[in-house]
């Protein structure tokens, strides 16, 4: 049973630039939530995607964008990367409907804005 | 708003017990326990509902205390393996799916 995978694993972008991330759920979840990890920091909710729409967003501006494909993966975008990005991107993925909302993580991205 | 964890660092020698506090100053559905080890992605340790329903691994316990808005988790016998970061995250609605907001996490460290 696969769990949830993440690609990459680590990016180095400069300033200005913009970068995509990728997330596969873990096999029969629909459900896909983006965090940011600070080191040091728990991990802060980005946004949330089901049956293919944001249903639920963090504060974070709209540099950072989603997207959830009919097979239930998910990228994540960010525009005019500012150093204070550079942190690990985890994914969780859970599935609707369920009694207990278990969220299991992925292996994360280290994204580093230079 | 996040919770609060407390303490932030405990040291433990093998064998010995802990406890890590979560309080939110919001009221809860449910509370969420996770532990992540450096570098790696945080894992699933228990859930725990209103109500008092509860689902987690046979070896790690907890409480949850809907009217104070606490959360306790209880490591007992610590190991080796048990030494990282543990978060508690916090649910305010029973939506599936739906946000988990995090404390900033406590450090344990296991000795021999």
């Known amino acids: 049973d696969a769990g949830v995978t993440q690609s990459p694993t680590h990016l180095i972008k400069t300033r200005g630039q913009q970068v995509t991330l990728r997330c596969s759920p873990k096999?029969?979840?629909?459900?896909v939530c983006w965090y940011q990890q600070a080191l040091g920091q728990g991990p802060q909710f980005i946004f949330q995607y089901y049956e293919e729409e944001e249903r639920q967003r963090g504060n974070f501006p709209d540099r950072f964008s989603g997207h959830q494909f009919p097979n239930y993966s998910s990228e994540l975008n960010v525009n005019a990367l500012l150093l204070g990005d550079s942190a690990l991107y985890l994914c969780?993925?859970?599935?609707?409907?369920?009694?207990?909302?278990?969220?299991?993580f992925g292996p994360g991205t280290r994204l580093t804005v230079l | 708003q996040q919770p609060v964890q407390s303490p932030q660092a405990v040291i433990l020698r093998e064998g010995e017990d802990a406890v890590i506090n979560c309080s939110s100053s919001?009221?809860?559905?449910?509370v969420h326990w996770y532990r992540q080890k450096h570098g790696e992605a945080p894992v699933f340790l228990m859930i725990?509902?209103?109500?008092?329903e509860q689902k987690g691994h046979e070896k790690i316990s907890a409480s949850f205390n809907e009217k104070k808005q606490q959360s306790s988790l209880y490591l007992t016998a610590s190991q080796l393996s048990y030494s990282g970061t543990y978060f508690c995250g916090t649910e305010t609605s029973g939506t599936s799916g739906s946000r988990l907001t995090f404390g900033e996490g406590t450090q344990l460290t296991v000795n021999p």
């Open positions: 969780a993925s859970s599935l609707v409907g369920l009694t207990y909302n278990e969220q299991f």
């Open positions: 919001k009221a809860l559905y449910s």
């Open positions: 725990l509902l209103k109500g008092g």
């Open positions: 096999s029969g979840h629909d459900t």
